[in-house]
T-cell receptor
Framework: SQTIHQWPATLVQPVGSPLSLECTVE??????LYWYRQAAGRGLQLLFYSVGIGQISSEVPQNLSASRPQDRQFILSSKKLLLSDSGFYLC??????????????FGSGTRLTVV | GEDVEQSLFLSVREGDSSVINCTYT??????LYWYKQEPGAGLQLLTYIFSNMDMKQDQRLTVLLNKKDKHLSLRIADTQTGDSAIYFCAEWEGGSYIPTFGRGTSLIVHP
């Protein structure tokens, strides 16, 4: 069965420090992978998505970057965190075939607080 | 661009039915989804409906789709305190990699 792992669950980082959040998917190949941020207002903001190794699409210009070094690994990074980077970060994957009945599968999220 | 709208809050009494509504703008939507998010957790896919369907029922959940009015609803029968969560509506157009999510409806269930 397919599973998605996201870590860490919570993170407190000082302003100006680097960030690395990791997401891995098991039990599938060539997934589409996504990073979302959910601020206190609850809406989901799509940050990055990837349809293959090394292929990253950025939806919002910001202080963050993403990489996909392996088929089932998606990493969210920052060189220098800002206070405004605080939020709940969610990784998600979906099957690459065009059938939509599976929707997204989300990870359990990382609560990032920048202090 | 595409847009998905939901009311922000819904309060119901335990045992009553809850109806969460959603409107969308993309007439080429292929699938429409309902996700549930419990506090501090990721989103969980509850159910989906294909655009050529009017209704889908799954135990206590009933999804109604009015494609003409671009209106989607989720009815939860016999609502329980464990149903308290944020419910997200989302639509996906088959040619896109990215579904469009609403901002979520907070369902509060009172004992």
């Amino acid at each position: 069965s397919q599973t998605i792992h996201q870590w860490p669950a919570t993170l407190v980082q000082p302003v100006g420090s680097p960030l690395s959040l990791e997401c891995t998917v098991e039990g599938t190949s060539n997934p589409n992978l996504y990073w979302y941020r959910q601020a206190a207002g609850r809406g989901l903001q799509l940050l990055f998505y990837s349809v293959g190794i090394g292929q990253i699409s950025s939806e919002v210009p910001q202080n963050l970057s993403a990489s996909r070094p392996q088929d089932r690994q998606f990493i969210l990074s920052s060189k220098k965190l800002l206070l405004s980077d605080s939020g709940f970060y969610l990784c998600a994957w979906r099957t690459a075939n065009r059938g939509g009945s599976y929707g997204y599968t989300f990870g359990s999220g990382t609560r990032l607080t920048v202090v | 661009g595409e847009d998905v709208e939901q009311s922000l809050f819904l309060s119901v009494r335990e045992g009553d039915s809850s109806v969460i509504n959603c409107t969308y703008t993309d007439s080429s939507s292929t699938y429409l989804y309902w996700y549930k998010q419990e506090p501090g957790a990721g989103l969980q896919l509850l159910t989906y409906i294909f655009s050529n369907m009017d209704m889908k029922q799954d135990q206590r959940l009933t999804v109604l789709l009015n494609k003409k009015d671009k209106h989607l609803s989720l009815r939860i029968a016999d609502t329980q305190t464990g149903d308290s969560a944020i419910y997200f509506c989302a639509e996906w157009e088959g040619g896109s990699y990215i579904p469009t999510f609403g901002r979520g409806t907070s369902l509060i269930v009172h004992p």
